[in-house]
């Protein structure tokens, strides 16, 4: 039964949320990903939690590059857990705005660049391994995230995405509802 309610309200929310398949000024869209291959990996740490990315972006200019462009405004959060080799878990965390020129070559495909500036943390609690006692450590900086990307529209309100760059992780794979 909850398989039928989550099948019927998916399918509500595609039929209802139907759009232009193009991102433009007043779209709103919200992505959520997983990464790959993330930027803070190395041979002696071992993955706990993927990256995982929610991004938000809102069309604020629309009818660029004779009506195929746009420039979005949004927000993205990243985390990502991990443990080192000496059994510490740690956990990362990049957030802030982030700014977006939007092109679309073809129907139902959105290729972007984006640039977000914001906040980074990485941080652990400590651990005792062997007798040996690591201490609980943390970094705050400027953090920042650069990328091109797609969305693939497989419905009027959702599409397949992929980014590219540098982030938390250097490939993103996952979903976007537009609305």
């Known amino acids: 039964m909850k398989k039928v309610l989550l099948s019927l309200t998916l399918l509500l929310a595609v039929v209802l949320g139907a759009k232009a398949q193009s991102f433009q000024g007043g779209s709103n869209t919200i992505g959520l990903s997983v990464g790959i291959n993330n930027t803070l990996w190395d041979n002696n740490n071992h993955m706990l939690v993927p990256p995982f990315t929610v991004s938000y972006d809102h069309g604020i200019v629309g009818s660029l590059f004779d009506g195929r462009g ?10 990502y857990g991990f443990r080192d080799d000496a059994h510490r878990d740690w956990a990362a965390l990049l957030l802030g705005p982030r700014g977006t ?3 679309s070559f073809v129907d139902k ?8 500036l914001g906040y980074s943390y990485v941080g652990t609690s400590g651990a005792t391994v062997n007798g040996s006692s690591y201490g609980q450590t943390s970094t705050s900086k400027f953090g920042w995230g650069a ?3 797609l969305r693939y529209y497989i419905a009027p309100a959702w599409a397949l995405s992929f980014e590219a760059g540098y982030g938390l992780s250097n490939f993103n794979f996952g979903f976007t509802y537009d609305f």
């Open 147 to 149: 990328n091109v990307g």
């Open 109 to 116: 495909l959105d290729t972007y660049v984006a640039l977000m």
């Open 70 to 79: 746009a420039i979005g405004l949004g927000g993205l959060v990243s985390v």
């Open 101 to 103: 020129l939007h092109y």
